[in-house]
């Protein structure tokens, strides 16, 4: 296992992160799902090939807009195509806009996929299929985009990635052939590295130990994967050991913040131990939802009026700011993506 600490300050300084005058393109999609049932929609970002004037994307009361081009004529070229995943049952589905924008800015295709919509109201044991749902979406989504009529050309085939974040996470290391031990899974919410839904489960009468979870246990392996990097996944200590030695893709798995302590729920350096050759960093400098997005001005009234916790819009005691938080994480994901697609291990 390589293991590395990230000071934002250090890689900032080294990496050649994007600048906040470029603007990407975006165009909505629809993905055709493996059994044409749902609509399945993806947010596709990329280098921008035509000016014009920039929109918000994703904006909400809580977080900021993300700036993007949309329709706009793809650059001449051939670039990378990554698959992002980014948030929980009850995340918003522009969580990952910020990310995705990072990358296509730096050089890449990201295709935002957006969740199944199943997460509204109380919690029933009917949400639990999600974890099924997103990396079946994620594989279907290279499928549609690599025969796209905008984006076939653009696309490099040999060059594929996933990257997920809590519950995106374990989908982009589900298309790398990991999936849950049955028992680990269902006792999940018994153990002292708790799920992070398990109060969400519990106030809508959910239990693991008595629900349905076979559509989680199915492998949903993609060999169209080279690379997975997986932030604060959710569920790596259910992982199951099976299959572990003969992963598909390269496995990068990162902790920003607390959530890289001994004992945390999402401390993911256990399951890189447990795979030959996968790297595991930290960014230390950080909060614990500092991979979300920038947060409006009004987002910590509004989330104690609502008696939400306010840590979302928190970045810890660092002197990082959200912003470079983000910088240093866009530039660490290329750098272990750039090193499994070049095979270059001092690459950025």
Aim: hydrophobic share 45%; charged share 20%.
């Amino acid at each position: 296992m390589k293991c590395l600490i990230v000071s934002v300050l250090l890689l900032l300084a080294v990496s050649d992160v994007y600048s906040d005058s470029d603007v990407a393109g975006v165009r909505r999609i629809a993905v055709s799902d493996l059994d044409n049932e749902r609509d399945v929609q993806a947010m596709v970002w990329y280098p921008a090939g035509s000016t014009g004037v920039p929109e918000s994307i994703g904006a909400n009361a809580v977080f900021s807009g993300t700036a993007a081009l949309p329709d706009a004529a793809v650059k001449a070229g051939r670039y990378p195509l990554i698959l992002l995943s980014h948030g929980g049952f009850r995340s918003a589905p522009g969580s990952a806009n910020w990310l995705a924008s990072a990358l296509a800015r730096l050089g890449y295709i990201a295709a935002v996929v957006i969740p199944p919509d199943m997460a509204s109201g109380p919690p029933s044991a009917e949400v639990l299929k999600e974890l099924g749902l997103r990396p079946q979406d994620l594989s279907a989504a290279i499928s549609t985009l690599t025969t796209h009529d905008i984006f076939q050309k653009s696309i490099d085939a040999e060059r594929i990635a996933a990257v997920g974040l809590f519950l995106g996470g374990h989908s982009a290391l589900a298309l790398a052939g990991i999936r849950p031990d049955a028992a680990e899974l269902a006792s999940s919410c018994t153990r002292p590295y708790r799920s992070l839904d398990c109060e969400w489960f519990a106030g809508g009468g959910v239990d693991l130990q008595a629900a349905d979870l076979d559509p989680a246990l199915q492998t949903v392996r993609d060999q169209r994967i080279k690379a997975v990097v997986a932030v604060d996944p959710e569920l790596t200590h259910a992982a199951s050991s099976e299959g572990l030695d003969a992963l598909s893709a390269a496995i990068h798995l990162v902790n920003v913040g607390p959530w890289a302590d001994a004992g945390s729920m999402l401390n993911a350096s256990e399951l890189a131990a447990r795979i030959s050759g996968a790297s595991y960093d930290t960014i230390p400098d950080a909060g614990r939802f500092s991979t979300f997005g920038d947060c409006t001005d009004k987002a910590v009234a509004i989330l104690e009026e609502e008696g939400e916790s306010t840590l979302l819009c928190q970045d810890g005691d660092a002197n990082a700011s959200r912003a470079m938080i983000h910088k240093s994480l866009a530039a660490l994901v290329v750098k272990r993506l750039n090193e499994t697609f070049t095979g270059d291990k001092q690459s950025r």
